[in-house]
């Protein structure tokens, strides 16, 4: 089989022939579809009125594949997960590839075929792409732009918060970020990144009743910058307990060893929900019955404190502040 | 001023304190708008129903800065053009800005203010982006996706195009290319790209009550490429005048030395427009009447050939293919 040893040149960039030839020996294979077929400068899209999410997010992790997925899971996930966390229905999403000269094709088919398999299961379309390649070392970049229906009555925000909300996380901290030190390392273990798309838990939220008064998805700067991002643009508080949020042994071992704090690393598969106090056990209840949210866990509550504090182990209180410098560059 | 000479760091990717105090001294200062400043993890519009064009583009040109414009004002004029293409009014783009380690923030703030000056001239608001840094030698990639409304009655598609339909072109082919490849041979010449947002051709072309049958803009791969494509997705043919291409004396004698030809030269300012046979004469005169579209020309009609043929300036007949491999890497 030469033809999946072959490599990106400069060429597949060029949108002549050979971009043509890698349009539809890789990506047309994937990513077919009515939108893309047309083969217009933008797609066409039939909307009805109503609120849209629209967001984009560049993908450059390294190694581009690791236990729990690649590259193409995380560049789907991650922007499906953006839409899902304003309460939106996610619909479309652009794909634009940087590749450097020299990266495997065969690579590209297998970080292909997982964006199309992701994208199925998030039910979303890939509307439009692009491709460009550049000099380097064999190395991808994925941005993703994406597109979701908010359906009416919706309106998941942080200037929603309310005073004596519930804060749910809906699983472990740091798996992503352990699993990717892990294999830069090359330490041997077991632990995969959490790496996937939240719908089945919005779904259930949503599917219950319930109308999270905000949501977002735990990612770079972890949770601590996370609930600091959200106070500041709500212009509230927090009351974190540590003993409340679930980390698993063996990422709190890595991280033991490693110095690293989980309430600091990137998760790729993980979420808050922000919900009123009376919902609190219905919404926590409906999140553990998902696949991703099996491990949720009420962590806090919404105060009218101007920080982010937290009651540690041992019953002290102490301020929960962003992210400083990077835990680790490269990481999604 | 020590501030103007600082350089991108991993911390500035990290999502933490540094993420976000280059967000307010760069982005924020360039980039400030209701929905930007909400916070959240995608934008939230307010849209009527109707057709939505959608699509995104890489930037990945270098270098960065050239005659005529920077990738800054490329990556705002190279999707919103995408999104006039089909008819749209450009509404929204995201960023997701790639930045290699080491990059001077200086830089950065100069192509932040072009994108916000190209921004507002096409009449689009900034709705979400993103920002990782990557090592590297101080480089910078832009992708923008973009959202445009396509008002009723619109439909400039490929598979619209008719037997004996007028193809225009709205000015000399070559100048992008030409200007990118001189500045990176230190060849001094007065080339500028043509880099721009090409609204003023498409309102005048709808303000004459023109409805173009199809438009495409005319980048890499240069025009052959591109009429090659149209053709292909519609099923027609063309035949093009060469006498009637307009390309400037100082494009033509550098593409002469160099051996390149201005029919595969790309262009980051220039478009076709298919129109009715009937509604060529005022088309034409639509176009010159606007900045981008002074030098505009008839170059030939649709047919239901399976191929582009070229009447060449000494009155054969060629068939004129894609580009095959690369002109120039980086152009764009």
């Not at 960039?13 to 047309?28: D, I, K, T």
């Not at 997010?57 to 991650?78: E, R, Y």
Request: charged share 25%.
């Amino acid at each position: 089989m030469s033809e999946t040893k072959d490599i990106i040149t400069m060429a597949h960039g060029s949108g002549g022939q050979a971009s043509h030839e890698l349009m539809s020996r890789v990506f047309g294979k994937y990513f077919h579809n009515e939108i893309l077929d047309a083969l217009e400068d933008a797609a066409v899209l039939d909307m009805e009125a109503g609120k849209l999410a629209y967001s984009t997010d560049s993908f450059v992790v390294t190694p581009l594949f690791f236990k729990g997925g690649n590259i193409g899971k995380l560049c789907i996930a991650g922007t499906v997960n953006d839409l899902l966390m304003m309460g939106a229905e996610p619909k479309y999403l652009t794909c634009g590839f940087i590749i450097e000269e020299g990266f495997p094709i065969e690579d590209l088919d297998r970080i292909a075929a997982t964006m199309a398999e992701e994208a199925a299961k998030a039910g979303v379309l890939i509307a439009a792409g692009d491709t460009k390649v550049v000099d380097g070392q064999g190395g991808l970049y994925i941005n993703t732009s994406g597109i979701g229906i908010i359906p009416e009555g919706r309106a998941a925000r942080a200037a929603n918060m309310k005073k004596g909300d519930k804060i749910i996380l809906s699983g472990n901290l740091g798996d992503h970020q352990a699993c990717i030190y892990s294999a830069r390392m090359g330490i041997e273990n077991e632990i995969q990144s959490d790496c996937g798309v939240l719908k089945d838990i919005t779904d259930a939220l949503y599917g219950a009743g319930i109308t999270p008064h905000t949501m977002r998805d735990v990612t770079r700067g972890g949770l601590g910058t996370i609930l600091n991002e959200l106070c500041k643009a709500a212009g509230c508080g927090m009351r974190i307990e540590e003993s409340q949020i679930p980390v698993d042994d063996k990422v709190a071992g890595l991280a033991g060893i490693l110095g690293l704090d989980p309430l600091y690393m990137a998760n790729e598969g993980k979420m808050i929900a922000v919900v009123a106090e009376e919902d609190a056990d219905k919404a926590l209840e409906a999140m553990r019955q998902t696949e991703h949210g099996k491990n949720a866990a009420v962590i806090g509550t919404v105060t009218e404190d101007a920080n982010v504090q937290l009651v540690t182990g041992l019953g002290g209180v102490r301020v929960l502040d962003v992210l400083y410098g990077e835990g680790l560059p490269r990481i999604c």
